[in-house]
């Protein structure tokens, strides 16, 4: 049972919860937060996907020339 079985009720139980813990004037803030740690994330992922494309691309060209 993973994340993606939690459905509409969980999800409508932890959104309550994190209501409740954290408050309304919070939420904002925190959603914020975390969306700027998953584009930081994303952003060097996919600039070491993109290095090592290129590193692979050179490997090709020495190997012909």
Same mark, same amino acid.
């Given at each position: &049972?993973? $994340?993606? +079985? $939690?459905? !509409?009720?969980? %999800?409508?139980? $932890?959104?309550?919860?994190?209501?409740? !813990?954290?408050?309304? +004037?919070?939420?904002?803030?925190? @959603? #914020?937060?975390? @969306?700027?740690? %998953?584009?930081?994330? #994303?952003?060097?992922?996919? @600039?070491? &996907? +993109?290095?090592?494309?290129?590193?692979? #691309?050179?490997? #090709?060209?020495?190997?012909?020339?």
């Amino acid at each position: &049972m993973g $994340i993606a +079985n $939690i459905g !509409i009720p969980g %999800l409508i139980l $932890i959104v309550c919860l994190a209501l409740i !813990i954290f408050g309304p +004037n919070k939420l904002p803030e925190i @959603g #914020k937060a975390a @969306g700027q740690t %998953l584009r930081e994330f #994303k952003k060097s992922t996919s @600039g070491l &996907m +993109n290095e090592d494309a290129d590193d692979k #691309k050179k490997d #090709k060209q020495e190997k012909q020339a």
